[in-house]
């Protein structure tokens, strides 16, 4: 008797056990669910933000133009922009400017946009022709005619090293200067134009620090690209070897002097994903700012000066470092 009480009593407990499983397994029941609320919050964590600048941080603005005013021979643009809650800072930030090598990060973009697309294969081979050689920053020029190089590996030196031929290349095989300046314009960057191959010397190549922190934005928040893309362009945004510019300007607002700008940014928290341009007339840098507590901030400047004058350079710094307050905020 003891033993069939007990075997009933088992059997009633398994009952409601199984019971109570297949109802909180039917569809719609992860709400319900302490541990499946992450179900119902799922939305959310795919709030990757948006480029909709809103509120204007006005004591950075006030500060940038009070910067500025230390160097009046000197043209600059420059914004920043919260992705997380579009509030912004600008400095004669529509101003269409040379735009050097920065104008390489709207051409990696464009890149991985067909690369989605299907028109352009990850591992396709380019062959390197004698029309998109060109001095300057890199080493593909330095190869036969003829070589091969994959798409992968011409885009990242593209990056990497700002190779000139490498970008050449690009813009050839996906249509042109032509196809490009569309593609610009369909996404909103207004001032953004390609004339002539790269190096572009002459600095007829244009851009405005907006459009710089605009294109940076449409990547990161997924608007224009996949997410595997998005994680494409950021693998090969943080190859950038020149770190002198944004990246040390936010140490020297940080209180940091270091050789190596961006492990020092890493060990405090912040990662930075940038591009510089540089021509002599004009230096530019745009970046991704990921802060230690998980924001996103896009910032970019554009200083256009005498040849080689080692102001710009620092006119780039000092606005950078003049964010850390405001970042850390």
């Given at each position: 008797m003891r033993s069939a009480v007990r075997l009933i009593a088992?059997?009633?407990?398994?009952?409601?056990?199984?019971g109570s499983g297949m109802k909180m397994l039917r569809p719609g029941s992860f709400k319900s669910l302490e541990a499946g609320n992450y179900f119902s919050r799922s939305q959310n964590y795919l709030d990757?933000?948006?480029?909709?600048?809103?509120?204007?941080?006005?004591?950075?603005s006030d500060r940038w133009a009070a910067i500025?005013?230390?160097?009046?021979?000197?043209?600059?643009s420059a914004f920043m922009?919260?992705?997380?809650?579009?509030?912004?800072?600008?400095?004669?930030?529509?101003?269409?400017?040379?735009?050097?090598?920065?104008i390489k990060i709207a051409i990696l973009l464009s890149?991985?946009?067909?690369?989605?697309?299907?028109?352009?294969?990850?591992?396709?081979?380019l062959e390197l022709e004698k029309d998109v050689i060109a001095g300057g920053a890199g080493w593909?020029?330095?190869k036969p005619i003829g070589t091969v190089f994959p798409l992968y590996d011409v885009a990242t030196e593209m990056i990497r090293v700002s190779d000139n031929t490498a970008t050449n290349l690009l813009v050839k095989r996906i249509g042109g200067k032509g196809f490009l300046n569309d593609k610009f314009r369909s996404l909103g960057l207004v001032s953004t134009i390609i004339n002539d191959f790269l190096p572009d010397l002459a600095g007829s190549n244009k851009t405005s620090a907006k459009d710089l922190a605009l294109t940076i934005a449409m990547v990161e928040t997924?608007?224009?690209?996949?997410l595997r893309s998005r994680d494409l362009f950021r693998e090969i945004m943080s190859t950038s070897v020149t770190n002198r510019l944004i990246p040390g300007g936010l140490l020297k607002g940080l209180g940091v002097s270091d050789e190596d700008p961006d492990n020092s940014l890493l060990i405090r928290g912040y990662r930075v994903y940038n591009k510089t341009g540089d021509i002599g007339?004009?230096?530019?840098?745009?970046?991704?700012?990921?802060?230690?507590?998980?924001?996103?901030?896009?910032?970019?400047?554009?200083?256009?000066?005498?040849?080689?004058?080692?102001?710009?350079?620092?006119?780039?710094?000092?606005?950078s470092a003049a964010m850390i307050p405001f970042l850390n905020k």
């Open positions: 088992l059997g009633v407990g398994v009952g409601l056990l199984v990757l933000g948006s480029f909709n600048p809103k509120t204007e941080i006005k004591t950075l500025a005013d230390d160097y009046p021979d000197l043209t600059v922009h919260f992705l997380d809650n579009e509030s912004y800072a600008k400095l004669n930030s529509e101003a269409s400017l040379s735009a050097a090598s920065s890149v991985l946009q067909q690369v989605d697309t299907g028109q352009l294969k990850w591992n396709e081979l593909m020029a330095l997924g608007k224009v690209i996949s007339i004009a230096y530019s840098d745009a970046a991704l700012i990921q802060l230690p507590d998980g924001r996103r901030v896009v910032a970019s400047f554009i200083v256009e000066g005498p040849f080689n004058d080692p102001r710009s350079a620092e006119l780039i710094r000092d606005l």
